[in-house]
């Protein structure tokens, strides 16, 4: 558990730090942490498909990714202030304690649960195969399965951390359940003054849906990193529907993240 966990803080710091890097463009837009974090994943695991295609995803793909997501916390330094002043209170408050909680229970059941039914078949190789020599061609005539090509093994791929221990961690599933629930429940609790429950019932999905395949969150399997961002991605549009910018910022959010659907798909 304190592997996952320490792999969940590395994971999050790099996915902050370049999503606030690529965020920061939009300078009359306040985002809140969680599309920080979405930006985050979707930029490093274009990274990772881009890289795989001239080196395996080892060390040197790490140290490049690292030094980057420095440089954009260095550049948007005035943004990480803000999200830190903004949410650091919640860490100390009651609610943060029952979020801490329920951390460790993902992580609980991220370093002993069970593997996907596909995961033996071809999700754990096809990372391996990445971990190994990145792309290689002509796999999928090995191995129909290999040809699946769902972005979300490569994102797996690079935070496996096979050169640093040995072994592939896989913990992204567990990392995104995490995430998303933590989004589910910090808006969940204005749910009494909220006029219109729209939003609030696409959260609860979000943590339905974590119900439902909690015991498999140890599994990288493809199904669901999908699920995750398609709720994620309807649950933004709604939210700002109800509470936001309208139609115009619902278009803002669909360009940066839409690729997440049709590429871990």
């Given amino acids: 558990m304190v592997t996952v966990l320490l792999i969940w803080l590395y994971i999050a710091f790099l996915c902050t730090l370049i999503g606030i890097g690529v965020l920061g463009v939009f300078k009359n837009i306040q985002f809140s942490w969680i599309y920080y974090l979405a930006a985050g994943i979707v930029v490093i695991t274009v990274y990772t498909e881009y890289f795989s295609l001239f080196a395996k995803i080892g060390a040197m793909a790490h140290i490049l990714l690292f030094f980057s997501a420095l440089v954009c916390g260095y550049v948007r330094r005035a943004k990480?202030?803000?999200?830190?002043?903004?949410?650091?209170?919640?860490?100390?408050?009651?609610?943060?304690?029952?979020?801490?909680?329920?951390?460790?229970?993902?992580?609980?059941?991220?370093?002993?649960?069970?593997?996907?039914?596909?995961?033996?078949?071809?999700?754990?190789?096809?990372?391996?195969?990445?971990?190994?020599?990145?792309?290689?061609?002509?796999?999928?005539?090995?191995?129909?399965?290999?040809?699946?090509?769902?972005?979300?093994?490569?994102?797996?791929?690079?935070?496996?951390?096979?050169?640093?221990?040995?072994?592939?961690?896989?913990?992204?599933?567990g990392f995104?359940?995490?995430?998303?629930?933590?989004?589910?429940?910090?808006?969940?609790?204005?749910?009494?003054?909220?006029?219109?429950?729209?939003?609030?019932?696409?959260?609860?999905?979000?943590?339905?849906?974590?119900?439902?395949?909690?015991?498999?969150?140890?599994?990288?399997?493809?199904?669901?990193?999908?699920m995750y961002f398609v709720l994620f991605i309807i649950t933004a549009w709604c939210e700002q529907f109800e509470f936001g910018g309208g139609y115009k910022r619902c278009h803002v959010y669909s360009a940066l993240f839409g690729r997440s659907i049709y590429g871990y798909a």
């Fill in 80 to 173: 990480l202030r803000i999200l830190w002043k903004t949410y650091a209170p919640v860490v100390c408050s009651s609610g943060g304690v029952f979020l801490g909680c329920f951390i460790l229970l993902i992580a609980f059941f991220t370093s002993r649960g069970e593997f996907h039914t596909d995961t033996n078949i071809y999700h754990a190789a096809a990372i391996r195969l990445y971990e190994e020599y990145g792309v290689l061609k002509g796999a999928g005539n090995l191995q129909l399965h290999y040809a699946y090509n769902s972005a979300y093994l490569a994102f797996a791929s690079i935070f496996s951390l096979r050169w640093l221990f040995g072994q592939s961690i896989h913990t992204t599933t």
């Fill in 176 to 226: 995104l359940e995490v995430i998303m629930c933590l989004y589910a429940f910090y808006g969940l609790k204005e749910f009494k003054r909220h006029k219109r429950h729209m939003t609030d019932m696409m959260k609860v999905g979000i943590l339905f849906y974590t119900l439902v395949n909690m015991t498999r969150s140890m599994s990288p399997a493809t199904d669901y990193a999908v």
